[in-house]
C-alpha cells in the first residue's frame, strides 16, 4: 500500500487531503499541531515530529499556513507594514514549510517516483500582482517559491525521480479565507483536495520545481 504524509492534517484543506488520500486506498499519516505539536517556526519541534515519521513515503502535502497570525492581518497600504508582520508571515509560510523540507528528506524514497506538494497562493505571483497590498503574506509566499523551486534543483540530482510542486489552491472555503474571499468563487476543502491531488500526480520529474494552480496551469512567478 502507498504511503502518504499530510503535514497540517488539522487545516480545512489538510483535514480534506487526509480524506481524499485514503479514499484512493493510501495510508494516511496526519501532522498537525494540535495532535502532534508540531510547530513549524521551531526547527527542534519539527525535527522532533518528523524523526518519528515511519516512511518512506509515495506523496506528501505540506499544507501549512495562515494569512493572519496574531494581531497581523493582510495590510491595505504600505503605512501598515510593521518589521513584525513581516517576520510572522516569514516564520510561518516561507521558513516553516522549508523547514519541513529539509526535515523530510529522509523519508523520501530515491529508487521510485515520489511526489510532493507544497501549498502556496497566486498573490505570490510576482508578475500576477495587479492589485497590490498584502506585502507581508504576498513576499512570504513568493520566498516559499524561491525557497522550492531551488531544493527541487538539488533534489533532482539524489532522488531521479522526485516531484516537488508549488501548489495554488483556489479560494477554499475555510476559516482562513472566510474574512477575505470577497468575490472570489470559492470551492469547499473536498473538492479543493480532489483537485489539488489531480494535479500532484499528473506531474513528473520533468515538472518539478513547477508552480501550479488547482487546475493545473503553471502560475507565473
Known amino acids: 500500500m502507498a504511503k502518504a504524509l499530510v503535514v497540517g492534517a488539522s487545516g480545512g484543506i489538510g483535514a480534506a487531503l487526509v480524506g481524499a488520500l485514503s479514499a484512493e486506498g493510501h495510508q494516511v499519516t496526519p501532522l498537525s499541531r494540535s495532535t502532534d505539536g508540531l510547530d513549524i517556526t521551531d526547527e527542534a519541534s519539527v525535527a522532533a515530529c518528523m524523526a518519528r515519521l515511519q516512511g518512506p513515503f509515495d506523496t506528501v502535502f505540506i499544507a501549512t499556513g495562515a494569512l493572519e497570525i496574531g494581531p497581523h492581518s493582510p495590510e491595505k497600504s504600505l503605512r501598515a507594514v510593521t518589521a513584525a508582520g513581516l517576520l510572522a508571515q516569514f516564520q510561518t509560510n516561507a521558513i516553516g514549510p522549508m523547514l519541513v523540507l ?4 529522509p523519508h523520501l524514497p530515491r529508487d521510485r517516483l515520489v511526489r510532493v506538494g507544497i501549498l502556496s497562493a497566486r498573490v505570490g505571483s510576482i508578475g500576477d500582482n495587479g492589485l497590490g497590498g498584502w506585502y507581508s503574506y504576498r513576499s512570504a509566499k513568493a520566498a516559499l517559491n524561491q525557497l522550492v523551486h531551488t531544493a527541487a534543483i ?68
Open 154 to 221: 538539488e533534489l533532482s540530482r539524489s532522488h531521479k525521480q522526485a516531484v516537488l510542486a508549488l501548489l495554488h489552491p483556489g479560494t477554499v472555503e475555510t476559516s482562513f479565507t472566510a474574512k477575505y474571499a470577497g468575490h472570489h468563487p470559492t470551492v469547499p476543502p473536498e473538492a479543493a483536495a480532489q483537485n489539488l491531488l489531480a494535479v500532484l500526480s499528473a506531474l513528473g520529474p520533468a515538472q518539478s520545481g513547477g508552480f501550479y494552480d488547482w487546475a493545473g496551469k503553471p502560475v507565473p512567478w
Open 102 to 105: 529539509k526535515h523530510l528528506i
